[in-house]
Antibody, heavy 122, light 106 residues
Framework: QVQLQESGPGLVKPSETLSLTCTVS????????WSWIRQPAGKGLEWIGR???????NYNPSLKSRVTMSVDTSKNQFSLKLSSVTAADTAVYYC????????????????WGQGTLVTVSS | SYELTQSLSVSVALGQTARITCGGN??????VHWYQQKPGQAPVLVIY???NRPSGIPERFSGSNSGNTATLTISRAQVGDEADYYC?????????FGTGTKVTVL
């Protein structure tokens, strides 16, 4: 059973960079896309972006200028950096595995981490 | 950018049928996926590719998709089905989630 676990600081100061890592266990990180998704308190889900094990990325256009993702296959980990954060970036951040729909250009998220709350405050 | 619209809330009597809709421009041409999220928990996939249930998801959950509306149907609703439900599609190499629907079982 694939398991994902987010880790990183729970408190980040405004204008600084949010950094999170997702560790994958119970399966290989190879040959999949891996996504970051966030959810402000009481609000809906927002897809941030994803990375393939080759390093190829897709980002949400609304966040693209501030997002960087990386992958370390030797550690079965992938990471998120979000720069110049503000209070609006306060949210629970989830990592998830992308699963491709056979025969279609569509993906869904079949495994999720438990989520980690990141608060942006001075 | 592509947008998905869901009703804010749906109420259903215990044992009856709840229908949760997800509206989007020509959404019938896309694959729609549905997630259930209970308070304090990560979302769980309940339907993928419009109509398919992952292993472990009860048959009471079903989906359809046509025209400008996709629908998640919960038959014989149980108290344990109370949750937020989100639809999701893939558009121009971007994941897009619906606004979410809160389901209450009365």
């Amino acid at each position: 059973q694939v398991q994902l676990q987010e880790s990183g600081p729970g408190l980040v100061k405004p204008s600084e960079t949010l950094s999170l890592t997702c560790t994958v266990s119970g399966g290989s990180i190879s040959s999949y896309y891996w996504s970051w998704i966030r959810q402000p308190a009481g609000k809906g889900l927002e897809w941030i972006g994803r990375i393939y094990t080759s390093g190829s990325t897709n980002y949400n256009p609304s966040l693209k200028s501030r997002v960087t993702m990386s992958v370390d296959t030797s550690k079965n980990q992938f990471s998120l950096k979000l720069s110049s954060v503000t209070a609006a970036d306060t949210a629970v951040y989830y990592c998830a595995r992308d699963r491709k729909v056979v025969g279609a250009t569509s993906y869904y998220f079949d495994y999720w981490g438990q989520g980690t709350l990141v608060t942006v405050s001075s | 950018s592509y947008e998905l619209t869901q009703s804010l809330s749906v109420s259903v009597a215990l044992g009856q049928t709840a229908r949760i809709t997800c509206g989007g421009n020509n959404i019938g041409s896309k694959n729609v996926h549905w997630y259930q999220q209970k308070p304090g928990q990560a979302p769980v996939l309940v339907i993928y590719r419009d109509t398919n249930r992952p292993s472990g998801i009860p048959e009471r959950f079903s989906g359809s998709n046509s025209g400008n509306t996709a629908t998640l149907t919960i038959s014989r609703a149980q108290v344990g089905d109370e949750a937020d439900y989100y639809c999701q599609v893939w558009d121009s190499s971007t994941g897009v989630f619906g606004t979410g629907t809160k389901v209450t079982v009365l």
